[in-house]
């Protein structure tokens, strides 16, 4: 079974310019979290998204947003990028409300 | 909001040696804390968790203990292998509107020289 599935793998932008990154739930997970890993720091909780709605939001700014397609893949857009949104972007999903998250291997954006 | 605050942030022992990782949080409501090992490139990947109804969980070489009085909980790693090297993450959560909103410490760099 496919775990986790985020593209692109990387991508590099310049300040000012948007980026879309996009995540594939495992099968069957209805929830895709994400989170932002800068370097040295730990994982920053973004955004949840259930059943196509969004459910929770981290402590970022409005440039930062996503959605969730009926399909429950989702993807976050970044507008208005920044130097500091240099970072690892790492989805996850969970079955259900059990706990574990179920991580990809990540985007990392560089912005320039 | 809750705040993880975890320690060392990086280890090295011996091979055969245990390794202790600490964690302490901020948000009483906190009741679900698990911990992820992340290699070099690699995604983050639960090793163990441990809810709040519950003092200690064991799992193999693996042992996490939570003392919800204090606020801490930690993890035990016994007979360490080469392999085990890798980045170390505590996390807290809570369920409700909150759930999936792991809060995470800021990782320990656990190295095991053979």
């Known amino acids: 079974e496919a775990g986790v599935t985020q593209s692109p793998t990387h991508l590099i932008k310049t300040r000012g310019q948007q980026a879309t990154l996009r995540c594939s739930p495992i099968s069957g997970h209805t929830s895709v979290y994400w989170y932002q890993q800068a370097l040295g720091l730990g994982l920053q909780f973004l955004l949840w998204y259930d059943e196509g709605e969004e459910r929770n939001r981290g402590n970022f700014p409005p440039r930062f947003s996503g959605r969730q397609f009926p399909n429950y893949s989702s993807e976050l857009n970044v507008n208005a990028l920044e130097l500091e949104d240099s970072a690892l972007y790492l989805c996850?999903?969970?079955?259900?409300?059990?706990?574990?998250?179920?991580f990809g291997e990540g985007s990392r954006l560089t912005v320039l | 909001g809750e705040n993880v605050e975890q320690h060392p942030s990086t280890l090295s022992v011996q091979e055969g040696d245990s390794a202790v990782i600490k964690c302490t949080y901020s948000?009483?409501?906190?009741?679900?804390f698990p911990w992820y090992k992340q290699e070099l490139g690699k995604r983050p990947q639960l090793i163990i968790d441990i809810r709040s109804n519950v003092g200690e969980k064991k799992d193999q070489r693996i042992a996490v203990t939570l003392n919800k009085t204090a606020k801490h909980f930690s993890l035990h790693i016994t007979e360490t292998q080469p392999e085990d090297s890798a980045v170390y993450f505590c996390?807290?959560?809570?369920?409700?509107?909150?759930?999936?909103?792991?809060?995470f410490g800021q990782g320990t760099i656990l190295t095991v020289h053979p």
């Open positions: 948000d009483s409501a906190s009741n679900y």
């Open positions: 996850a999903s969970s079955l259900d409300r059990t706990g574990e998250l179920f």
């Open positions: 996390a807290a959560g809570s369920g409700g509107t909150s759930y999936g909103k792991l809060t």
